[in-house]
């Protein structure tokens, strides 16, 4: 019993439970700077120490060593009764610390278990860049970017830019190689970017067509073995080879990057046995040729093998295999969806709304590209094949119109039977061609109005009007739409003077076809037959915009400038045809005749001579320039024009007596006697030179002075009498016209011949007469005038089927942009 303690009530059950070591005090934590430091080293990063709080159910002893002496629990049991007080403060409730619970929450204090009232966190320390793997990260991204810039910059056609932000890719990636290995952290050396870099650089060298570079850099990248697939390279270096034209090598390293690709990528083994196949072609073995691409026809047919192989059998002339290549060429899938499908076929909004807006989609056009490529292979190839794989080549096109008939292409037979009709017209057989397009009379209208079209065409060109005129009508009435049959229409009224029923058919063919260059510039005409100048001009500007480097257009322009009484303008507009045609001597002719009526002689002087050098057979610009040596004391260098001229017309006495006049005033009398005595044995009636020839040979004392001047005489009274007779003529003719005997015909070629006579006379002026000296004569009375010869070549409206370039090349392509007009 002596062991046994009874409770005292005067002791406190709970004391001791608020002596704890202030050490544990996380309330002060933020402000002890020891502890706050270690946080922020790896030292406050080890796993805490788990501390044992009193207040727990085995916390009923004093926080003593085991030395110590023990504080005498008043329970028998030594639990203390929770709830209880003592010396006024709580009991610490330490074993929910964690979860914000003290015993200062009765003590006034707001529930805060988050910790926001101590304020916001300390800032994150500033990233430390000058880590060496910091540095190899930056480093290895500028590397990406610059790849990046250099594919943007090459898909711009920025080559330059593109090799140079490459190049510099390259330096930068040595330069990463190196750091890594001055750290040495080799075994992270990023092969795929090392990759990228050499390839793109390739790239950027070839599209440079810096070859020898680029097969350089694609040789680094082969022979190393730790980059897979490199093997494919051996393509990008067989295109160089082919670019460079070594055509051996090419095939080489086409055939070992045939060897390095699997069975697995069909595709790609396709396409470079293709280029295979275009490589034999170059080197003319066309049998080699012919085994690559048949046997693509048989793994994967296409279009453009198709009609490769075509053009080997055409190479070899067999007969039979063109025609069955021609049959797989028409039997090769598209894989493109019926236009059908684009049709609306239900009043649903919401399926009419997806038609319409995959109506004109990328993939939409991709298949409308494929198909007129498609048609284009064919047409080329019925034309190519048609007069070899028969004994004629109508034969030969009626075959391949049958082949195409029974195909997906069955529009295409009309178009090659068009294209016979031109093939006719190449043979120079217009017969046949107008028989050939005759026949489509009765079929559907758009192939009735395109055959009408070039019939009418063929017959304007013809100059039969009439008939051109008839089948300009029938395109109109088979298709008011077709621009061409509309143009043809305007230009058979426009023959016919009615300009302002020619420009209302020109400006419906604008509204139907905006983009329509005929018919605008056959507005320009009109307007100018009709003298609205200004709406002449509109017409031409809005064509020069569409057709920028158009001589015609610029000459048009010119013209009409100069006709608004702007000769500057057209002097500008005539420099811009110089631009663009720089040896066209009528041009030259025109620019030296505008400087000559601006009084600028030197200019002009030089544009005539240009034009003569191109063209020394134009007599208006010979004239002028021997009438400017003239002008200028040089009578000598005169003389070689003027015998030019005496060449071009031999029959024209003029300019004989003018190189006779240039001997004359260059003091070289004895030449001049030559001359006049050459002139009077050719034109033995004319007075000018048995004029000169009397004063000649009176001043040189010649014996021949008497025979001349009776011939003289003879002469002037033959003239006397020849003048009476038409007199006397033209008295009848005037009272015919009175009484209304005379046609306006005969009226029309006398006024003609007058004004001719007059022009004539009027250039003769320069010869002195028999009473004058021989210095009288003045070179200023010539007349120097430019008529352009151009103009009527210009101002001829052009037709809706362009006119081809020469006689021999009838221009299948310009009567067939007509034949199916867009």
Not at 4 to 32: M, R
Not at 484 to 498: E, M, Q
Not at 545 to 572: C, F, K, N, T
Not at 658 to 675: D, H, P, W
């Amino acid at each position: 019993m002596e062991n046994v303690h009874l409770a005292v009530e005067e002791e406190d059950l709970y004391s001791g439970y608020n002596d704890y070591n202030p050490t544990f005090d996380s309330e002060e934590l933020e402000n002890d700077v020891g502890f706050q430091q270690a946080v922020r080293t790896s030292h406050g990063r080890r796993p805490p120490m788990t501390a044992k709080f009193p207040g727990t159910a085995i916390g009923g002893r004093p926080l003593v060593s085991s030395f110590g002496s023990r504080i005498p629990m008043a329970s028998s049991m030594g639990r203390p009764m929770t709830g209880a007080v003592q010396d006024g403060a709580a009991r610490p409730m330490t074993a929910v610390r964690a979860a914000g619970y003290s015993s200062s929450l009765m003590r006034g204090s707001t529930f805060d278990p988050l910790g926001q009232s101590k304020g916001p966190a300390p800032p994150l320390e500033a990233k430390n860049e000058d880590t060496a793997e910091e540095k190899i990260k930056i480093l290895e991204k500028k590397v990406n970017d610059l790849i990046e810039e250099s594919c943007m910059a090459q898909s711009i056609g920025a080559f330059q830019l593109a090799l140079e932000k490459a190049k510099e890719a390259g330096r930068k990636e040595r330069a990463l190689i190196r750091q890594r290995e001055a750290s040495g952290n080799t075994e992270h050396i990023n092969l795929d970017l090392t990759y990228s870099v050499l390839l793109n650089l390739a790239n950027q060298y070839a599209n440079n067509e810096m070859y020898p570079e680029a097969l350089n850099s694609y040789h680094v990248i082969v022979k190393n073995k730790m980059f897979t697939n490199a093997g494919r390279l051996k393509v990008n270096m067989a295109n160089i080879y082919f670019e460079q034209k070594n055509y051996p090598k090419a095939i080489k390293f086409y055939r070992m990057a045939l060897d390095q690709i699997s069975n697995t990528h069909k595709e790609l083994r396709i396409k470079i046995m293709q280029n295979i196949g275009v490589v034999f072609v170059r080197l003319g073995q066309y049998s080699d040729a012919i085994t690559s691409f048949e046997h693509i026809m048989t793994e994967s047919p296409n279009i453009k093998t198709g009609f490769n192989l075509i053009l080997c059998y055409y190479a070899v002339g067999d007969r039979e295999r063109m025609k069955k290549a021609f049959q797989k060429l028409i039997s090769v899938p598209l894989g493109i969806d019926d236009e059908d499908k684009y049709i609306p076929a239900s009043d649903d909004p919401s399926s009419n709304m997806v038609i319409e807006a995959i109506k004109n989609d990328k993939l939409h056009q991709m298949e409308r590209d494929l198909k007129v490529l498609a048609e284009k292979y064919i047409m080329t190839a019925a034309k190519l094949i048609a007069p070899a794989i028969e004994t004629s080549f109508a034969s030969g096109f009626d075959w391949c119109v049958d082949m195409v008939k029974c195909s997906q292409y069955v529009e295409l037979a009309n178009d090659l039977e068009i294209n016979k009709a031109i093939t006719y017209l190449r043979q120079k057989d217009f017969n046949q061609a107008v028989e050939t397009l005759k026949t489509f009379e009765k079929k559907d209208s758009r192939v009735k109005s395109a055959a009408a079209t070039n019939l009418s065409f063929l017959y304007f060109l013809e100059k039969d009007y009439d008939q051109a005129d008839r089948y300009a009508d029938l395109a109109m009435n088979a298709d008011r739409y077709n621009p061409a049959a509309l143009i043809n229409k305007g230009n058979t009224v426009f023959v016919k003077k009615d300009y302002e029923k020619a420009a209302e058919f020109y400006k419906e063919a604008l509204r139907n076809d905006s983009s329509c260059t005929e018919a605008l510039f056959n507005l320009g005409l009109s307007y100018e037959r009709l003298n609205r100048l200004e709406e002449g001009l509109d017409c031409f500007l809005k064509l020069h915009s569409i057709l920028r480097s158009s001589a015609e257009v610029m000459y048009q322009l010119a013209h009409l400038y100069e006709q608004l009484g702007d000769p500057q303008q057209a002097i500008e507009w005539l420099m811009q045809v110089i631009s663009a045609t720089p040896t066209d001597p009528h041009v030259l002719a025109k620019l030296g005749k505008l400087h000559d009526d601006e009084g600028d002689k030197s200019q002009a002087f030089q544009y005539y001579s240009e034009s003569f050098r191109y063209f020394p057979s134009n007599i208006d610009v010979i004239e002028w320039l021997g009438a400017y040596y003239i002008e200028t004391q040089f009578c000598e260098k005169a003389i070689q024009y003027f015998e030019r001229a005496t060449l071009i017309q031999p029959n024209y006495v003029k300019w004989q007596l003018i190189v006779a006049s240039c001997y004359r005033r260059s003091g070289n009398y004895q030449k001049a006697l030559e001359t006049y005595k050459e002139i009077h044995r050719r034109f033995p009636e004319n007075v000018e030179c048995l004029r000169f020839l009397v004063r000649l040979s009176t001043d040189m004392g010649l014996k021949e002075v008497q025979e001349y001047a009776t011939k003289l005489k003879k002469v002037e009274k033959m003239k006397e009498l020849r003048e009476q007779r038409v007199k006397s003529g033209r008295e009848n003719s005037a009272r015919g016209r009175r009484e209304g005997s005379t046609g306006s015909a005969d009226s029309g070629r006398s006024s003609s011949s007058s004004s001719k006579g007059e022009r004539l006379s009027a250039k003769m002026r320069s010869l002195p007469g028999s009473n004058e000296p021989y210095e009288a004569s003045s070179p200023k009375e010539l007349d120097a005038s430019y008529v352009d010869p151009l103009g009527p070549q210009m101002d001829r409206p052009k037709t809706g089927a362009k006119k081809p370039a020469d006689d021999d090349d009838f221009a299948d392509e310009d009567l067939g942009d007509e034949l199916l007009p867009e």
